[in-house]
């Protein structure tokens, strides 16, 4: 089966469009939800999956928690879509999970985390020189890293 249409198999999301001014805000609410994720158009990125947040999960049973990070790491090798990791690694954060070291390995940029938001200036370019429109996003926590 094609790449891209697993892909269509798999994902059925509503777009999250990157955009530093009103007009980028304004386009990517009037494209909403009648553009479609594709392989050209998707990015993946990985949030805050660091040893050191690793031991603040306690909302589910741990083999079903990394179970799941590793079931969305899979996506990269699967899809080859443009991806990026954002997390930083040092005393406090650890370091990157190997679920996503050993599996996150298509196409990937690092951007390390300094602020609250890891949409930066340097992702906005990215992002944009990669012609992403849709962002496919997961993190340690949804509550706070996404």
Known sequence: MPRSLIFAALLIAAPVHAGED???I???VQRGADERMTPDNTALIYVDYTSGLDNLMNTMP?????NNIAAFAKFNPLFEL???VLGTENEYY???LPEITENVTKNVRRFPR???SGFTAEMDAWL???GITNILIGGISIDNCV
């Open 22 to 24: 009103q007009a980028d």
């Open 26 to 28: 304004d386009m990517a």
């Open 62 to 66: 741990t083999d079903v928690y990394k």
């Open 82 to 84: 443009p991806t990026a």
């Open 94 to 96: 650890g370091t990157i």
């Open 114 to 116: 300094h602020t609250s």
């Open 128 to 130: 944009k020189e990669e």
